[in-house]
């Protein structure tokens, strides 16, 4: 199971950025994917997960109404478009997979069983 994070970089403030998560080794339609960030010197934060049975999706409430997560399971990748951007969402982002049915409030909370490398995104002016 591989991932990889990209597409991440520097935004101002309100702006907007997309973030792909590319797989491989797997097979997408069964596995739950989800997006994490870490800020220095902060715990990690579940940021939104979507489902693999039936594409449902679940958000932080920090990011609620400005992040959208989608997949597209025949270029495997899942990408997080993240919009009206802040200064608090700067963080190294990741993707995760999970080949379990726990739900994303679950995944979001105790994280995912794969992980890929994260692309950093600077919120800044």
């Known amino acids: 199971v591989q991932l990889q994070a990209s597409g991440g970089g520097l935004v101002q403030p309100g702006g907007s950025l997309r973030l792909s998560c590319g797989t491989s080794?797997?097979?997408?339609?069964?596995?739950?994917i989800g997006w994490f960030r870490q800020a220095p010197g902060k715990e990690r934060e579940g940021v939104s997960c979507?489902?693999?049975?039936?594409?449902?999706?679940v958000y932080a409430d920090s990011v609620k109404g400005r992040f959208t997560i989608s997949r597209d399971n025949a270029k495997n990748t899942v990408y997080l478009q993240m919009t009206n951007l802040m200064p608090e969402d700067t963080a190294v982002y990741y993707c995760?997979?999970?080949?379990?049915?726990?739900?994303?409030?679950?995944?979001?909370?105790?994280?995912?069983?794969?992980w890929g490398k994260g692309t950093q995104v600077t919120v800044s002016s």
């Open positions: 979507i489902s693999s049975s039936d594409g449902s999706t």
């Open positions: 080794g797997f097979n997408l339609d069964y596995y739950a």
């Open positions: 995760a997979a999970d080949p379990r049915d726990y739900g994303g409030t679950y995944y979001l909370m105790y994280g995912m069983e794969y």
